[in-house]
């Protein structure tokens, strides 16, 4: 309740809010998919060791979303 009241001050719909949550779910996926090096504590041996791996794997954690029914 309190939550619609929020959503309703704001203008926003459920189906912006999905479509928005899509966005930014496709967004990390797609920037995990490049495997940015963004973090101050890994180590230069431990990035050459990741880019010499052949063994990557993709799972698809947001195929769900596009089988979503609409009621």
């Given at each position: 309740m309190t939550g619609e009241m929020i959503l309703d001050f704001f203008g926003?719909?459920?189906?912006?809010?999905?479509?928005?949550?899509?966005?930014l779910l496709f967004y990390v996926a797609f920037d995990m998919m490049l495997a940015k090096v963004s973090c101050e504590r890994v180590t230069d041996s431990e990035i050459n060791i990741s880019l010499d791996r052949s063994d990557l794997w993709i799972f698809p954690i947001a195929f769900h979303c596009s089988l979503e029914r609409e009621p």
């Amino acid at each position: 309740m309190t939550g619609e009241m929020i959503l309703d001050f704001f203008g926003i719909t459920i189906d912006s809010l999905r479509v928005a949550g899509r966005i930014l779910l496709f967004y990390v996926a797609f920037d995990m998919m490049l495997a940015k090096v963004s973090c101050e504590r890994v180590t230069d041996s431990e990035i050459n060791i990741s880019l010499d791996r052949s063994d990557l794997w993709i799972f698809p954690i947001a195929f769900h979303c596009s089988l979503e029914r609409e009621p």
